[in-house]
């Protein structure tokens, strides 16, 4: 059986045979067994591109945009633009606008879709402001959906859960995003954001990697500007310091920049402990103190 649209064909009509083939080329349904056409000018309803591979295959596949985890609804609901079409008539002009407004009202109606719109476009502000790339911000988008889905955004602010599953989805993803960061970038007391992000990975049973020290020396030597041969020395420093043990019970970061901080000094760039913490936000105390116990312990190492 060939079903062209409203066709249903079985069998020929002419010799009763059922081996009905369909010859693209010329657009027609033939019996293989009497030649005979039982349709012509049949409309090919596949696509107008031909692809030889499956890779060439889906390259070329066009459905519309593809689904985002950044909207609501996916991607998947229909937009009606606000622009005015000329050559209406008043009558039509304002049915058009009657239809926008409401379909705009329907797309976001339920409580649900409100808060994710509400929160997945706090998400999408705070990552352009940091500069997060798009796995990360789909990560973050994914969390949300299942805090809510979960119940957990009841009774807490939608704006300060949203900034917590952007830093849940940066540790996730091994990216080095400090709490102060989103903090001054959202406005968000950083004890809340702790708070949530605390709540959401206890509930949520989520597995966070630790931060390593060298995930932030490439950070640090980003921001203070120094030069690739101060960086590679400073992660000769810190492997050093992780075989004497020097690494256990010290905060990743104090770590980090004491190593930098060495491999400025060894590579001839002076830059003060003061640079170094107001860039790593920490204390000068902390930098000096990582910095007398790899000294003391690590003599070889400077001498590189």
């Given at each position: 059986?060939?079903?062209?649209?409203?066709?249903?064909?079985?069998?020929?009509?002419?010799?009763?045979?059922?081996?009905?083939?369909?010859?693209?080329?010329?657009?027609e349904?033939?019996?293989?067994?009497?030649?005979?056409?039982?349709?012509?000018?049949?409309?090919?309803?596949?696509?107008?591109?031909?692809?030889?591979?499956?890779?060439?295959?889906?390259?070329?596949?066009?459905?519309?945009?593809?689904?985002?985890?950044?909207?609501?609804?996916?991607?998947?609901?229909t937009?009606?633009?606000?622009?005015?079409?000329?050559?209406?008539?008043?009558?039509?002009?304002?049915?058009f606008?009657?239809?926008?407004?409401?379909?705009q009202?329907?797309?976001?109606?339920?409580?649900?879709?409100?808060?994710?719109?509400?929160?997945l476009?706090?998400?999408?502000?705070?990552?352009?402001?940091?500069?997060?790339?798009?796995?990360?911000?789909?990560t973050?988008?994914?969390?949300?959906?299942?805090?809510?889905?979960?119940?957990?955004?009841r009774?807490?602010?939608?704006?300060?859960?949203?900034?917590?599953?952007?830093?849940?989805?940066?540790?996730?993803?091994?990216?080095?995003?400090?709490?102060?960061?989103?903090?001054?970038?959202?406005?968000?007391?950083?004890?809340?954001?702790?708070?949530?992000?605390?709540f959401?990975?206890?509930?949520?049973?989520?597995?966070?990697?630790?931060?390593?020290?060298?995930?932030?020396?490439?950070?640090?030597?980003?921001?203070?500007?120094?030069?690739?041969?101060?960086?590679?020395?400073?992660?000769?420093?810190?492997?050093?310091?992780?075989?004497?043990?020097?690494?256990?019970?010290?905060?990743?970061?104090?770590?980090?920049?004491?190593?930098?901080?060495?491999?400025?000094?060894?590579?001839?760039?002076?830059?003060?402990?003061?640079?170094?913490?107001?860039?790593?936000?920490?204390?000068?105390?902390?930098?000096?103190?990582?910095?007398?116990?790899?000294?003391?312990?690590?003599?070889?190492?400077?001498?590189?």
């Open positions: 059986m060939i079903e062209q649209r409203s066709i249903l064909i079985e069998r020929c009509p002419e010799c009763g045979e059922s081996v009905i083939v369909k010859d693209s080329n010329s657009a349904l033939v019996c293989t067994n009497c030649g005979f056409v039982l349709t012509a000018h049949m409309t090919d309803l596949g696509p107008e591109w031909r692809a030889f591979t499956p890779a060439e295959r889906e390259t070329k596949v066009r459905v519309g945009s593809p689904q985002t985890f950044m909207l609501h609804d996916k991607g998947l609901s937009k009606i633009d606000w622009r005015d079409i000329g050559g209406f008539a008043p009558e039509k002009r304002a049915q606008h009657r239809i926008r407004r409401w379909q009202r329907i797309r976001v109606s339920s409580s649900t879709e409100k808060n994710l719109a509400r929160a476009s706090e998400i999408s502000r705070i990552s352009d402001m940091l500069n997060l790339p798009k796995n990360i911000v789909e973050s988008a994914i969390n949300y959906r299942k805090a809510v889905n979960e119940g957990l955004i009774g807490r602010s939608i704006k300060s859960v949203a900034i917590a599953v952007t830093y849940l989805a940066c540790r996730q993803n091994k990216l080095v995003r400090t709490i102060s960061e989103l903090s001054e970038a959202s406005g968000i007391n950083k004890k809340e954001i702790a708070s949530n992000y605390r959401l990975v206890r509930k949520m049973k989520f597995f966070v990697p630790p931060v390593r020290p060298n995930q932030h020396i490439t950070k640090i030597s980003n921001k203070i500007g120094l030069d690739g041969l101060t960086e590679g020395v400073a992660h000769k420093i810190l492997r050093a310091a992780k075989k004497q043990r020097l690494t256990s019970g010290r905060g990743a970061k104090s770590i980090a920049t004491a190593a930098v901080y060495i491999a400025s000094k060894v590579t001839g760039e002076n830059i003060t402990q003061r640079e170094f913490a107001e860039v790593a936000d920490l204390t000068e105390v902390t930098i000096r103190n990582r910095y007398r116990e790899m000294m003391r312990c690590l003599s070889i190492v400077i001498s590189l």
